[in-house]
């Protein structure tokens, strides 16, 4: 899956919009602009994108989470997955999404090399 298609696709149009960050998504170009938006946002002194993350983690749904988990990966902010993860290592959980959120928790994993 492309960078195109995982930012036109459902899922992440989802819990970008549970994020409040719908327009971070819609500005981003590619996996790399991505990133420097979200860590642009968070301001290291703010916490502002980890803030969101924590907020939306406690109430969205068990498949949501694990994609949540995927976009904090691919958004260079893995050590907040992981510390979000209650029993064992986020990746033990992967494999629990299936469909269109599969495809688009893969897509996050694979944009990390890009």
């Known amino acids: ?27 981003a170009s590619s996996w790399r602009s991505l990133r420097t938006l ?3 946002f968070n301001d ?3 916490g502002n994108f980890v803030k969101l993350v924590r907020q939306c983690d406690g109430v969205c749904s068990s498949g949501e989470r694990i994609l949540l988990h995927a976009i904090c990966y691919a958004c260079d902010f893995a050590w907040l997955a992981d510390k979000l993860q209650k029993k064992g290592a986020v990746w033990q959980n992967m494999d629990r999404a299936s469909g269109e959120w599969g495809r688009a ?3 996050c994993i694979e944009g990390v090399a890009s």
């Open 105 to 107: 928790v893969a897509a």
């Open 38 to 40: 979200i860590v642009d």
């Open 1 to 27: 899956m492309t960078f195109a298609e995982f930012k036109a696709g459902e899922p992440a149009r989802c819990m970008f919009r549970k994020l409040g960050l719908s327009e971070y998504l819609d500005a």
């Open 44 to 46: 290291c002194d703010q």
